[in-house]
């Protein structure tokens, strides 16, 4: 329960640090794909499905997100980090957000 507060928390901060960008910068694709990756790790780690991951950290993205084509680009990472086998996040960002 404390890991998925901390995985709200987190996103919740770093949604709020770039609401106010008309679009998406480099930095926020990068830190959405790496909060992505935490919340994908975590939710493995809570035994959570895959649909529902998918779910929950899409709609996150799809807030956060400006641009259509940044949008598709996480979902597609999301969709990889997803089916790995790694439930570490620093693999699967060093993987997927490099």
């Not at 507060?5 to 106010?20: D, E, K």
């Not at 998406?24 to 935490?38: F, G, N, R």
């Not at 598709?72 to 790995?84: F, I, T």
């Amino acid at each position: 329960m404390k890991k998925t507060l901390l995985v709200v928390v987190t996103i919740s901060v770093a949604a709020f640090a770039y609401a106010n960008a008309a679009s998406d910068s480099s930095a926020l694709v990068t830190q959405q794909c790496k909060i992505s990756a935490e919340a994908v790790s975590t939710l493995k780690g809570l035994q959570y499905g895959n649909t529902s991951i998918r779910k929950d950290v899409a709609s996150l993205i799809d807030r956060h997100l400006k641009t259509q084509e940044n949008r598709e680009s996480a979902h597609k990472k999301l969709s990889l980090m997803v089916d790995d086998k790694s439930t570490d996040a620093s693999v699967l960002e060093v993987k997927y957000c490099s």
